[in-house]
């Protein structure tokens, strides 16, 4: 039975506004290996090779991953799963060799308390996709199928589905937050409820604002106690 408890770096009894230590080593984990793949082709095509494979068939990833985990994360194979399939999802969405930035903790620094502490979720993410226009953006119809078939996976069914929804959207311009990603793969077996819940609901509740700042700025004169939204 899927628990619904919340993971520990979502807890609503924890007031810390600073992310948890299991956050800040995430983005430290995503930003080393962004910096790999800013640096070689060759570590991004080694990366990509393990898109989508089970932990027994990633020979090519281990010379580079393996040594950014520690003893306890080499011990359980669940969590060095979700390490190698975030590895191969940012070599995904490096395109060319550049410059890795800023480490990631300081990436997050300037955005809303919430945001900066518990990152972006993958329904936030296609929700700014939609929002993006379908010029290039994603359909609403598309980004609820491609959510609700993600929420509905098991463990594994998530670790195959999810690097074409990662690609869908980049393509489509939009930046996954591949340590909160990290952070929800991690939190999948047990608390699949939960991320799933928080999934969705990003996606509704930031497509409601949007509709309504759209709505705002095509009628100016709107009396706002007409919406019903906060």
Known sequence: MTRTAPPPDSAPGNARREPSARMRAARTFVHRIGQRCAEDRGTRAALRSGLGKPMDRLERMHRIVAPLLDDRILSDVEEQRAYYAVAAMVALTHDSDRPA??????????????????????????????????????????????????????????????????????????????????????????????????????????????????????????????????
């Open 101 to 230: 930035g800023p480490p990631a903790p300081d990436h997050h620094a300037h955005l809303a308390p919430k945001t900066a502490r518990y990152g972006t979720s993958l329904g936030r993410a296609f929700a700014d996709a939609v929002a993006a226009g379908t010029s290039r953006g994603i359909r609403e119809s598309a980004a609820e199928t491609r959510l609700n078939l993600l929420t509905r996976q098991s463990a594994t069914g998530l670790h195959r589905h999810l690097p074409s929804a990662v690609r869908q959207l980049h393509t489509a311009g939009v930046a996954v937050d591949f340590a909160r990603l990290l952070s929800d793969i991690r939190s999948w077996r047990r608390y699949r409820g939960d991320v799933s819940r928080r999934w969705l609901q990003d996606f509704y509740s930031t497509r409601n604002r949007d509709e309504l700042q759209r709505a705002r700025a095509a009628d100016p004169d709107r009396d706002p106690g007409s919406d019903t939204a906060d």
